[in-house]
């Protein structure tokens, strides 16, 4: 069965610098993988996904994510957070049966601070 | 981009009562509709998924007969919370895959139900 795993709870880096946030995912074939953003009580956002190609993907507001399939991991991240990037991201794995069926990450809550 | 409608936003109702959510496709058709609970704080439990014109497919551990599911056309899944009581208090998310198989989920803006 298809998992997705983001080891971090919630991770708080200053306005300006880097970040990175973890996903791992399991599923037997290749994975459709994808990234979404959530602002407190909305719906989710698509930030980027992979389906093939390319292992690199670049996605909106400046955030990309590279797919490693030997590390089974799809990780994001940002050269420079700006304040409103603070938010909860989710990682999903989807097959591609069943109407793309997508599994969520547990998310990573990201604090920004000044 | 595809856009997916949920009505209501917000819904507060007494224990016992039974709530009706529905989720649209805007501008495409749907032959699958997903739906999914989120509680505070936490990641998006998938329910069930909806199919047009047949049962709804549902997650272990997810009471069909309390969270009924109809997909009557390709573009409207409705979602009842039957005999509603407290611990049913959640935020409620419906998505759809876009009619060009590539995979995304168009989400709509998610219902928050409050039991009382």
């Known amino acids: ?114 | 981009g595809a856009v997916v409608s949920q009505h209501p936003s917000w819904v507060i109702c007494k224990s016992g009562t039974s709530v009706k959510i529905e989720c649209r496709s805007l501008d495409f058709q749907a032959t699958t509709m997903f739906w999914y609970r989120q509680f505070p704080k936490q990641s998006l439990m998938l329910m069930a998924t909806s199919n047009e014109g047949s049962k709804a497919t549902y997650e272990q551990g997810v009471e069909k007969d309390k969270f009924l599911i109809n997909h009557a056309s390709l573009t409207l899944s409705t979602l009842t919370v039957t005999s509603a009581h407290p611990e049913d208090s959640s935020f409620y998310i419906c998505s759809a895959s876009g009619d060009r198989g590539t995979g995304e989920l168009f989400f709509g803006e998610g219902s928050r139900l409050t039991v009382l």
């Open chain 1, 1 to 114: 069965a298809q998992s997705v795993t983001q080891p971090d709870i919630h991770i708080t880096v200053s306005e300006g610098a880097s970040l990175e946030l973890r996903c791992n995912y399991s599923y037997g074939a290749t994975p459709y993988l994808f990234w979404y953003v959530q602002s407190p009580g909305q719906g989710l956002q698509l930030l980027l996904k992979y389906f093939s190609g390319d292992t690199l993907v670049q996605g909106i507001k400046g955030f990309e994510a590279e797919f490693k399939r030997s590390q089974s991991s799809f990780n994001l991240r940002k050269p420079s957070v700006h304040w409103s990037d603070a938010a909860e991201y989710f990682c999903a794995v989807a097959s591609n049966t069943g109407g793309f069926k997508t599994i969520f990450g547990a998310g990573t809550r990201l604090f920004v601070k000044a």
